[in-house]
């Protein structure tokens, strides 16, 4: 858990805000906010959130410029997986220490289902209003961006050994790559969504499983591992260990940001999409201060940074991707988006299947 505190700019003039050297006018994360008013704002937020680079963005570039303009609040950044900040919810019900939760997949269900995040009153979120109406589907959450899984590969191990990129998912199960590629486990948002592609690759209805198991079980024999967390996986890619790899695109452009070759490639059978969402946890402590974080991260500059630091495709319109980053955002039309709902009611027979099919 993390604490950072912004010191409280009461005096301080709107000149001499945007001269302060953050630079986070420059960036456009503050701008749409100068002037605008919000009444009754607590003065702290307490934000569940993954750890890494979604963190350090949220603490280093984008806090501090929403905290600027609520006369300083301060962040406490619950860091943990999102299973484990759920398991939080379940245990405090009724008397939470969180007031936001960001979500994936079918975790966003499960908590919308039992209770623990409240329903939304999107009148008083009006960036968040900007959000397609068909993409607001859910009452308790809000996406917040779009990402897509697909196939990594290390560029310079490729070149090295003569190899052509990948192209196709079943690319995982060529024997030249026996013990040098692997995939998240069933633990992982990313693999449950890619089944329902994989099951309609090999030709059979997105939510018959059997062939895809079928499938996966016979992996079993190529991969270096089935992994249960990423940190482990990104030990083997960093290694040389992992020459081929199934993630997501972000990780992809988090790699290339620190210099490591790693290429993104959407296969010739589509990569597969789901959100990161957001919701307000149900009797949240700060729920004025709740509500003004959920409204300020669909403004133009946040959503912008997401897509550049992230990987999050924006959610709302009129955010440019730059050339640069279009490997990491592929067309929609490559991209398939399985019914995340549905899967969260068939995972406890996924999961079993998985540990008995796949690493029994």
Do not use: C
């Amino acid at each position: 858990m993390t604490k950072i505190t912004t010191s409280r700019p009461a005096a301080m003039s709107r000149r001499r805000l945007m001269q302060t050297g953050s630079g986070l006018f420059a960036l456009g994360l503050a701008a749409p906010w100068v002037g605008r008013a919000h009444a009754a704002v607590e003065n702290e937020l307490i934000f569940a959130g993954t750890g890494g680079i979604t963190q350090k963005l949220i603490e280093q570039e984008i806090f501090p410029a929403f905290a600027a303009n609520h006369g300083g609040l301060r962040l406490t950044y619950v860091s943990s997986p999102t299973s484990e900040n759920v398991a939080k919810l379940r245990t405090q019900r009724g008397t939470p220490s969180i007031d936001v939760i960001w979500l994936a997949g079918a975790q966003t269900y499960q908590v919308a289902d039992e209770g623990l995040v409240a329903e939304l009153d999107i009148g008083r979120m009006p960036n968040a209003q900007n959000i397609p109406a068909e993409r607001r589907t859910e009452s308790r959450s809000l996406p917040l961006g779009n990402t897509t899984a697909g196939l990594l590969y290390n560029e310079r191990i490729f070149k090295e050994k003569g190899l052509q990129p990948p192209t196709s998912w079943f690319d995982m199960w060529d024997p030249k790559y026996r013990a040098h590629t692997g995939m998240l486990n069933i633990g992982s948002t990313s693999t449950v969504a890619t089944l329902p592609l994989l099951a309609k690759a090999l030709g059979s209805d997105p939510y018959d499983f059997d062939a895809a198991f079928a499938k996966l079980g016979k992996l079993r024999a190529n991969v270096y591992d089935f992994f249960t967390a990423s940190g482990p996986m990104d030990t083997m890619v960093q290694s040389g260990d992992l020459w081929m790899w199934s993630h997501i695109a972000a990780r992809a452009m988090q790699y290339q940001n620190s210099g490591f070759p790693a290429r993104f490639v959407t296969p010739k059978e589509g990569a597969v999409g789901y959100s990161a969402s957001l919701g307000i946890v149900k009797n949240a402590p700060h729920i004025n201060a709740a509500y003004a974080w959920l409204d300020y991260l669909y403004t133009p500059g946040v959503q912008q940074k997401l897509a550049e630091v992230i990987g999050y495709t924006p959610v709302v319109p009129g955010i440019e991707i730059a050339e640069a980053l279009r490997e990491f955002h592929p067309a929609p039309d490559k991209i398939f988006i399985p019914d995340m709902r549905r899967m969260q009611t068939l995972l406890p027979d996924l999961v079993q299947r998985w540990n008995r099919e796949v690493e029994g």
